[in-house]
């Protein structure tokens, strides 16, 4: 049953400590997603990717997110340095290019800068 | 007005009970839109697609208007399993790859 695979789950870090994210979609999906998800905000679409190339990352804070996808089966969503409003649930989502538009979420990593 | 905008309710309802969820968005030129459910402390997952004839499974009916740019999602004989946060979503610029989520309304059924 392929899946997207997220890691780690949870994270507990202090403010200003670096976090990376790290994210396997399913294979031969070919567009990848981060999104970010807080209680006021809802699901806010950080960075995405298409045949590894970044295509957006407009809703990412540039100066200490960082997004990258170094080989199709690994994408990275790195925060330098962290912050306690950076705490959120982190999905990771992939999209094989067709026209369904259905979203594959990963499970989430949970993040609590404290 | 805001790209995709929805009541966040919650929806308190009693098993049995219709319900209708309306989602408004703010771009004209979106040709397919979804409804996606997230449970309590989950991913978000896909439950229907939309597209101009509207769209049925079972209890769920999922219906565009795009004179009034908005979309609704009814749910028929509701179920306690049906107790979720319904997402609605809309492409960006009518782009598949980029998609827009609301905030969620937030459904109870009780028993």
């Known amino acids: 049953d392929a899946r997207v695979t997220q890691t780690p789950r949870d994270k507990v870090t202090e403010m200003g400590q670096e976090v990376t994210m790290r994210c396997q979609p399913i294979?031969?999906?070919?567009?990848v997603f981060w999104y970010r998800q807080t209680m006021m905000q809802g699901l806010e679409l950080l960075a995405y990717?298409?045949?590894?190339?970044?295509?957006?990352d407009s809703g990412m804070p540039k100066d200490r997110f960082s997004a990258e996808m170094p080989d199709a089966t690994l994408a990275t969503l790195k925060i330098q340095p962290s912050e306690p409003r950076d705490s959120a649930v982190y999905f990771c989502?992939?999209?094989?290019?067709?026209?369904?538009?259905?979203?594959?979420f990963g499970e989430g990593s949970r993040l609590t800068v404290l | 007005r805001k790209e995709v905008e929805q009541d966040p309710g919650p929806f308190n309802v009693p098993e049995g009970a219709t319900v209708a969820f309306n989602c408004t968005y703010s771009?004209?030129?979106?040709?397919?839109f979804f409804w996606y459910r997230q449970d309590c402390r989950k991913e978000p997952k896909l439950l229907m697609s939309?597209?101009?004839s509207g769209n049925e499974d079972g209890r769920f009916t999922a219906q565009l208007n795009r004179a009034s740019q908005y979309i609704s999602l009814l749910i028929r004989d509701s179920k306690l399993s049906d107790s979720a946060t319904y997402l609605c979503v809309v492409p960006r610029g009518g782009s598949q790859g980029n998609l827009i989520f609301g905030k969620g309304t937030k459904l109870s059924v009780k028993p």
């Open positions: 939309v597209y101009s």
């Open positions: 989502a992939s999209l094989r290019d067709s026209n369904t538009g259905e979203l594959f």
């Open positions: 771009n004209s030129a979106s040709q397919s």
């Open positions: 294979l031969g999906h070919n567009t």
């Open positions: 990717f298409r045949n590894r190339a970044p295509l957006d």
